[in-house]
């Protein structure tokens, strides 16, 4: 497919454009009013193409707004883009398309989609866009508004079913743990497919993740097994460097000396007091270890 690319139109202030026009209606005025009192007919071979003239140069005349560009068309031909805000003349044939070059906000809706392990979720996300080539916007893509619409739900998709919602090894990266990560990539998705409409993506980001309402209870469950199995093993590793430590301390410091047999109890008892949920309760031993 043949792009269009954006150039600039050729154009001229408008005001000396409507210095032109007021001038001319005057003269057309004018002859009127001289045909009238001197009932010369022949004044209507200056009337008639005068007013035709003025008529056809106020077609030329426009207004351009801040953040807006006016897209000229000559006859089915692309001619150039005016972007410069102001009052503008230009060929008054050419039809003026306008074309908002604002930033935009695209908020998608909830969509419901599997992710890379096949889990129902509920994801949908905001993009900040804006046009930055006009001729492609309006001449590359039939409608650019619900192109970008299309395309951004599209990719949502896409990017949904090559994350999972949550890590569980904590190396891959997921949807739910690598939010940074996971917007840059869905800029970078979209930029690639609206890139032959002429638009630029400033920002996307995720607004909504959320498992399904089926599984949500299920998935509940699951990450709070997880919470617990990774509590509990942090809790074990610390009570075997405590143990580790105080077996070490009482060696170095020859406090008492111990065969395997009471070390085995010993590591079993604080065990016990450090990895229990409940609160230990100590027995004082006041006889011989023996």
């Known amino acids: 497919m043949k792009t269009v690319t954006e150039y600039q139109a050729t154009k001229i202030n408008g005001y000396p454009g409507l210095g032109i026009l007021i001038l001319a209606i005057f003269a057309d005025v004018a002859a009127i009013i001289a045909g009238i009192r001197t009932e010369d ?8 193409p005068l007013g035709i003239f003025w008529f056809i140069w106020m077609l030329g005349l426009f207004i351009v707004r801040p953040n807006e560009a006016r897209v000229l068309v000559l006859f089915g031909k692309y001619i150039g883009t005016v972007r410069d805000a102001g ?10 398309m306008k074309v908002s070059l604002r930033i935009r906000n695209f908020n998608s809706e909830k969509i419901k989609v599997n992710d890379i392990h096949g889990n129902p979720i509920e994801i949908a996300a905001v993009v900040v866009w804006h046009v930055v080539d006009s001729s492609r916007a309006l001449f590359d893509v039939d409608n650019y508004e ?11 998709r896409t990017l949904a079913t090559e994350y999972p919602y949550d890590a569980q090894d904590g190396e891959r990266s997921s949807l739910r743990g690598n ?28 607004s909504h993740l959320a498992y399904s309402p089926e599984i949500a209870q299920a998935m509940l469950r699951r990450q709070q097994a997880q919470a617990i199995i990774a509590a509990r093993k942090l809790i074990v590793e610390g009570a075997v460097g405590m143990v580790d430590q105080a077996l070490k301390s009482l060696a170095e410091q020859h406090i008492v000396t111990l065969d395997e047999e009471k070390k085995a109890t010993m590591v079993n008892n ?19 270890l023996y």
Not at 270 to 288: F, K, R, Y
């Open 41 to 48: 007919t022949t004044l209507l071979f200056i009337i008639i």
């Open 270 to 288: 604080l065990l016990v007091a450090l990895v229990s949920e409940s609160q230990a309760q100590p027995v004082i031993n006041t006889g011989s």
């Open 87 to 96: 009052f503008w003349w230009a060929n008054p044939f050419a039809v003026k």
């Open 179 to 206: 939010q940074q990560e996971i917007a840059d990539a869905l800029k970078v998705m979209l930029q690639t497919r609206l890139e032959i409409a002429g638009v630029e993506v400033i920002e996307s980001r995720l």
């Open 146 to 156: 619900q192109f970008v619409a299309l395309q951004a739900e599209t990719a949502i």
